[in-house]
């Protein structure tokens, strides 16, 4: 059985840095590519960053890009989210998934779902 969990949220302020965790356990974490995704209140979940197997592939939403870093250690079953320069707009839940495919912004390819960490952006 496949279990994420996410780490790291709190509440910062605007301009200020946080870091997310997900650790996965139960699998094969080597061979999943890992993305993390958002929701903020009223709206539906949206793709934030993704990445490939081995870390080399990185895909970013516009909004993210150039602020936000994923990355990934294989042999801590982790995969990070380095946000910085946050903005009151980056407020949401975060999640992190997993997927058996490589990485893909597409929520519906992903198998495994953490529970989600809060992030609050404070202007």
């Known amino acids: 059985q496949v279990q994420v969990v996410e780490s790291g949220g709190g509440l910062v302020q605007a301009g200020g840095s946080l870091r997310l965790s997900c650790v996965v356990s139960g699998g094969f974490f080597s061979r999943y590519g890992m993305g993390w995704f958002r929701q903020a209140p009223g709206n539906e979940r949206t793709f934030v960053a993704t990445?490939?197997?081995?870390?080399?592939?990185?895909y970013y939403a516009d909004s993210v890009k150039g602020r936000f870093t994923i990355s990934r250690d294989n042999a801590k079953n982790t995969v990070y989210l380095q946000m910085n320069s946050l903005k009151p707009e980056d407020t949401a839940v975060y999640y992190c998934?997993?997927?058996?495919?490589?990485?893909?912004?597409?929520?519906?390819?992903?198998?495994?779902w953490g529970q989600g960490t809060q992030v609050t952006v404070s202007s």
């Open positions: 990445t490939s197997w081995s870390g080399g592939i990185t």
């Open positions: 998934a997993a997927t058996r495919k490589g990485g893909t912004r597409e929520s519906r390819e992903y198998q495994y």
